[in-house]
């Protein structure tokens, strides 16, 4: 995958690193073999998982990306155009709970990030849709320390849920920082994360 040179937040060196929420390199790999008909990233900021997925799924799979940043849409478009799937994505603004029916019509996942707002928006009580679809959604604790627990209870009569941890990284799978004061070393690894941002991968329970 090709990045722009620029982000539309957050950090980007552990992104051309590839060390970027390596906690997730999983789940990625699993979703590449899970026949999903529909990819759907709610706060895709530059795509990075919007346009990575896309070139790893199968071309007949459609990913829809949306964030309510103008700039983030602007990238994110480039980075589609740059890595050649801008056919295959589709780029749009507010995500609604309503939109959620119609992507329970098919196989979908839900890639979730949306600084918090996933407690609002995540909530099958409201939209019964959400229990029809895999999600996986970062949760900012560091926001509210309520939201993975109240998320995980919203789904666990529905879906597998898999929580995740953020982990270290390891100085030493990156031969290119060795020349590097320890301070900057540190700092390239870090994903500009005020505290903590576990992740949870649901899945529909058969």
Known sequence: MELY?????????????????????????SIAETGYKNVVNIGCAEGYYAVGLTRLLPEEIKTYA???????????????????VENRIEIAGEFKSEDFEV?????????????GAELELLNPEETPALAKVDILVELHDSLN?????TIMQRFEPSHTIEFIETGSRDINE???????????QLLAFWEWRTGPTPRAYMTVSS
């Open 66 to 84: 949306y964030d309510i940043n103008p700039e983030a849409r602007r990238i994110c478009k480039e980075v589609a155009i740059i890595n050649g």
């Open 5 to 29: 040179n620029k982000v539309s937040e957050g950090c980007f060196i552990p992104k051309l690193l590839g060390c970027y929420e390596q906690e997730l390199h999983h789940v990625a790999n």
């Open 174 to 184: 990156y031969p290119d920082l060795h020349a590097l004061e320890h301070l900057d």
């Open 145 to 149: 320390q309520e939201i993975s627990k």
């Open 103 to 115: 992507f329970a019509r098919e196989k979908s996942l839900l890639i979730c990030d949306i600084e």
